[in-house]
């Protein structure tokens, strides 16, 4: 249990806790199964917030968004060299041998629907239990829609074909699940077509930003499920949707970029963190799984890819520099070398990237170089010639979206996006998607498996 999340909880939970007429504490410290009985956990407002408090434990799980969701994708991309001393389940990923037994897919899989079902589960029950206060019950179905839209993202990124694979986007997408199952119940369901699961993420998150105060921590708050919309639409092309949800979280004055270019890993809850998730030195989820060290290991098996690292030194006044440690003739990670450190999901420099490009793409060069050049006055580097226009200005916001956001996984999902390589495979290649794991397919019958 993530001891330090649960605290947040306690001390961060607005409107709600406080009217509520039961202990709870007792409560917050309980893990409820996968399966809930909801005429008995969920029967009471104390079994809701149990339940809700389970589902984000697991979302910020290190298989899930506390580590995989963020790590994974970094192996397949060319910002990344390894050696051979990866675990059994990174050396398939980086071998392209991957098998229904993958244990990072089997265990992002797990949590991933782990916290859709608990979401599930919240969501059917708070139609029947009384709140003191029925703002309580806004809020926290607004909190269950949103682990479950940004799950079901998750989920679609990494097992199954990008947005663009077909041209009507009716590939296969992941199962939707909008129901709590039970047992046998409700586990029996075929995939959904990419579109109707991109259909279903923007409707949770669009309904969760009705719900949810401006900011919500340690969960999301309505900014926050805007910034994952902006994310959405960008992959889908949507430019203008993207950009507009961009500019109202840019706009609300709630987040400002850090002075310097280390400060959101040198500290947690930054002013730049739209969304974090909260690590502690009991789970340490985050610089586990992520793996990327250097402080503490002398022999670190991940490190910076030739193609980065040329990008990198092409400017060497750029202060990212900092980031990065060289020696054996490598280029190493020092991003996430502190212990108990926070997992950025969403950061304020992602949606000036983010709005660049959707202004590039509808041809308002002067405002997309004007976002760029924030992130780029900040890294110390010359600001973007003010003649850029076309594929060169293109070019040149995707490059400092890789410079700026570089190991925080995004870099996989930018490659899909833009249908680029990822080393020698091509973006759509099957080997860049997890096979569905054996936990799913043993189970549901009705579930086609990737190729």
Known sequence: MNTHFLSSLRSGLIMGLAILSIGCDSMLDQTPPLDISNDIALSTPSGIVAALTGAADQFSSGAFYGGNTMSIGEL???????????????????????????????????????VINRANNVILALDNVSFADPRQKDLLRGRALALRGASLWALCMYFAQPWGFTPDNSHPGVIIRTEPTLGDIGTVKARATLKECYDQIIADLTQ???????????????????????????????????????????????????????????????????????????????????DFRQADNSLPRYWAGTDFVNALYTDTTDKRLALYVY?????????????????PIVRL????????????????????????????????????????????????????????????????????????????????????????????????TLCVQNP
């Open 76 to 114: 397949w991309s060319n910002n990344v060299e390894s050696n051979v001393g990866a675990d059994f389940g990174r050396l398939q990923i980086l071998s392209y041998n991957l098998n229904i037994f993958n244990p990072e897919g089997r265990s992002m899989w797990g949590d991933g629907y782990g």
């Open 208 to 290: 969760a930003a009705t719900l949810l105060p401006a900011k919500d921590a340690p969960y999301m708050g309505s900014l926050a499920a805007k910034a994952m919309l902006a994310r959405v639409y960008f992959h889908m092309g949507e430019w203008a949707k993207a950009e507009a949800f961009c500019t109202e979280v840019i706009a609300s004055g709630a987040f400002k970029l850090n002075p310097g270019v280390a400060d959101v890993v040198a500290s947690n809850s930054t002013p730049e963190a739209v969304f974090e998730i909260v690590n502690t030195p009991v789970d340490n989820a985050g610089s586990i799984v992520w």
């Open 327 to 343: 020696r054996n003739n490598r280029l190493y990670v020092a991003k996430w070398d502190r212990i108990a450190m926070n997992t």
């Open 349 to 444: 420099a992602e949606l000036y990237l983010t709005r660049a490009e959707c202004r590039a793409q509808q041809g308002n060069a002067a405002e997309a170089i004007a976002d760029v050049n924030i992130v780029r006055q900040r890294a110390g580097v010359k600001d973007l010639s003010a003649t850029l226009t076309g594929n060169s200005l293109l070019n040149a916001v995707r490059r400092e979206r890789n410079l700026e956001l570089a190991f925080e996984g995004d870099i996989f999902l930018e490659r899909k996006r833009q249908r680029r390589n990822l080393k020698l495979r091509a973006w759509n290649d099957a080997a860049l998607i997890f096979k569905i794991p054996d936990i799913e397919m043993n189970a549901n």
